[in-house]
């Protein structure tokens, strides 16, 4: 519980203190290169103490304690101008203030904001270099597009069915362009950082636990315009495939935790034909010379995310009408339906049906099998849609030795 207002104790106390010593020893280190800096050690500590106590006091003397310390800064910065034409180390003495006054209350946040200062503050020079040296005006420009699709475009749209029927909400839809967006944009960036031979691998398998799918249509879509990428966008793809079947044993676990048993064998046997996938993906891909993408590629295709977006949202709305028009019993049919857009959610509804009696254990074990099936059958088709023949038929060997692996497992007794 956060201290009351009125109640000056040692944890908000000794938050400022820490603030002011923090943010006032990165720029006494500096003070040695720039002897224009506004504040050092003491000052910081001096101005997150005097925060901190005057709102103790009142918000009144704290409105004259932060006029103060402007003040004190505009004479500072006036004294250097001639010479240093910034404001940062003017505004983090205010900021010092500012923060003290803040651990009154919230002293976890004051002190998490006061290591985020401290950090701006000392990677001066690679902040500085990496807006000016590392990042592109396309990559910029794309990442501001991706930051409005997500920040402002996603949240205006209503998050509820808009139609008669109860199908279509635009923010899922919307959201499914976004993370392929997002997915995309991932995978150019580690391939600039770390290249190709790790690059797609890790952002593959960090994507598979936000989205599968939208991840193999990503990979597909730079595999085809770097066919050298190939064997690594493989690699990438079928990684991601098993960060997402990874996620069926805590949603087992929450829902129906006594049919984790059961499948455990068939998990495993997929998950080791997926770590194959991504084994062949890593050897074919050391011998690619791929060169990684240049400053000036794109970071995504909005058409491509737009259009996945919109063939997943049909396989969602049909999945919806079986399911309504065959009532109670169909409802395994919908939810093997729904693996077509997402297994998670599709896990959950066969896990749901164990726990209430609806299927019994071989049943939920073949219904597991079939889940992967269909998953596998919706991903390879994205596969050939985002990335040609060539990287189709591979994730289509992949998948379905996955699910064959599966149903294996699934009938040994």
């Given amino acids: 519980m956060p201290p009351s207002p009125d109640a000056l104790s040692l944890v908000s ?70 010479t240093d034409l910034g404001v940062t180390s003017e505004l983090a003495l205010v900021s010092s203030c ?21 950090i701006l ?4 020079s690679r902040l500085h270099r990496f807006s000016r040296e590392l990042i592109s005006n396309r990559e910029l420009a794309d990442g501001l597009m991706l930051l409005a699709f997500a920040l402002i475009v996603l949240p205006l749209l209503p998050d509820r069915t808009v139609d008669p029927w109860g199908l279509l909400n635009p923010a899922t839809v919307w959201t499914l362009a976004v993370l392929v967006m997002a997915i995309s944009a991932l995978g150019h960036v580690a391939l600039r950082l770390v290249g190709t031979r790790w690059g797609l691998l890790a952002a593959g398998f960090f994507s598979g636990y936000v989205s599968s799918t939208a991840a193999t249509a990503g990979f597909g879509k730079q595999a085809q315009q770097q066919p050298a990428l190939l064997p690594s966008a493989i690699g990438a793809a079928m990684l991601a495939n098993l960060a997402s079947l990874s996620l069926f044993v805590p949603i087992l676990l929450a829902v129906a935790p006594g ?33 990684p993408p240049t400053a000036e590629t794109r970071m ?114």
Avoid: C, N
Avoid at 320 to 339: D, E, I, N, R, V
């Fill in 13 to 82: 106390l000794s938050t400022a203190l820490g603030t002011g010593l923090l943010i006032g020893l990165v720029y006494e280190r500096r003070k040695g290169e720039d002897p224009s800096i506004a504040g050092g050690l003491r000052s910081h500590t001096l101005a997150a103490l005097m925060g901190v106590v005057s709102l103790w006091l009142g918000l009144p003397v704290f409105t004259v304690a932060v006029l103060l310390t402007g003040v004190f800064v505009a004479l500072g910065y006036w004294r250097t101008s001639q």
């Fill in 98 to 118: 500012l923060l003290g006054g803040l651990a009154l209350r919230q002293p976890a946040i004051a002190g998490a904001l006061a290591v985020l200062v401290a």
């Fill in 121 to 124: 503050v000392f990677a001066k």
């Fill in 259 to 291: 049919l984790l048993p059961g499948v455990r064998w068939i998990l495993l046997a997929a998950g080791l034909v997926l770590l194959l996938g991504s084994a062949f993906g890593l050897r074919r891909g050391q011998q690619t010379e791929a060169a």
């Fill in 300 to 413: 995504f295709r909005i058409g491509h995310a737009l259009g996945f977006a919109a063939t997943i949202t049909a396989v969602m709305v049909g999945s919806k009408l079986l399911g309504q028009w065959l009532g109670p019993g169909g409802a395994l049919a919908a939810t093997l339906l729904a693996a077509l857009v997402e297994l998670q959610s599709a896990a959950a509804g066969v896990a749901s049906l164990y726990r209430d009696g609806v299927l019994d254990e071989r049943l939920a074990r073949w219904a597991v099998v079939g889940l992967l099936a269909a998953s596998a059958a919706a991903k390879s088709l994205v596969a050939f849609t985002s990335g040609g023949a060539r990287y189709g038929i591979r994730i289509t060997i992949g998948l379905t030795g996955m699910t064959l692996a599966a149903a294996l497992a699934a009938a040994l007794p």
